[in-house]
């Protein structure tokens, strides 16, 4: 029987209207209310980008963003249970790189999005994420503490970035493809998975009692180690090649596919 439920956001549960389909709604908000299955987001986003969703969907466990990197509850103070920023030093490093190559540089500090005034995919980032950036000339001489996430976006030059990167920080960080053009870059020893575990052997569940639902490269980590790995429809034929099962797509409902498959199916009667 499956006791936990984690969900990634966009292109999982949130579609590129911002939405969540009322059917998938309903039916996550049946779990958290009416059943003892726990449902718990995990994402790529900030903690305050991902907080409306949350709140929209009626969570009530820790919310895991920035790909596993920070876990908070939803509290009043939104008290932090867990965070793994890259370290100074590395961070600087690998900045340095980026912005000689003239690459689109997101920077998130203290729940903050920093940029460049000339990131013209800052618009569009700000929408889809819901905070507004704070603009700086100088990104590495910002950073004043440990970045909990770095994020390039890039149309044309994203897989010899991630090359790049697995030749020269492979092992040092961790770094992943989370949309066509989005490479995702946090510390070493965190991920989706790791954050997932963390919670679930507090709460004594095994890792056979979890269903994972992603749709990309950044979602593989829960995907491959859940007792029941799904893939969207919409995902990249690589995640679904990890997956024990690949739902319908995000606009066909695959996240209600996928629970009244393998969860409600396997509840009592009365609790369905």
Not at 30 to 48: D, E, K, S, Y
Not at 163 to 175: I, K
Request: with cysteine; aromatic share 6%.
């Amino acid at each position: 029987m499956i006791k936990l439920v984690a969900l990634d956001l966009d292109g999982t549960v949130v579609n590129d209207h911002l939405k969540i389909s009322p059917r998938v709604l309903q039916l996550l908000g049946h779990l958290i209310t009416r059943t003892n299955v726990r449902v718990v987001i995990a994402t790529g986003r900030m903690f305050l980008s991902a907080l409306p969703f949350a709140r929209q969907i009626g969570i009530v466990e820790p919310l895991v963003s920035y790909q596993g990197a920070m876990i908070r509850d939803l509290n009043d103070g939104h008290t932090l249970r867990f965070h793994a920023p890259i370290r100074m030093e590395l961070a600087k490093e690998v900045m340095q790189t980026l912005l000689a190559e003239k690459y689109h540089v997101n920077l998130y500090m203290n729940d903050s999005l920093w940029t460049h005034p000339d990131n013209h995919h800052a618009p569009f980032y700000s929408r889809a994420a819901g905070v507004e950036p704070i603009f700086h000339e100088d990104l590495l001489g910002s950073m004043t503490v440990d970045p909990t996430k770095i994020m390039v976006i890039d149309d044309t030059r994203l897989d010899i970035l991630l090359d790049y990167l697995e030749q020269h920080f492979a092992g040092r960080l961790s770094f992943c493809r989370s949309r066509t053009n989005f490479c995702e870059i946090i510390d070493v020893s965190a991920s989706k998975w790791n954050a997932l575990k963390s919670l679930a052997d507090e709460w004594g569940i095994k890792p056979e009692e979890i269903m994972a639902i992603g749709d990309q490269g950044n979602d593989l980590s829960m995907i491959e180690h859940a007792g029941i790995g799904v893939a969207m429809g919409n995902a990249p034929d690589y995640v679904k090649q990890h997956a024990n099962f690949v739902a319908p797509t995000i606009d066909q409902d695959g996240v209600a596919e996928a629970i009244e498959r393998f969860v409600l199916g396997s509840l009592p009667l009365e609790s369905r």
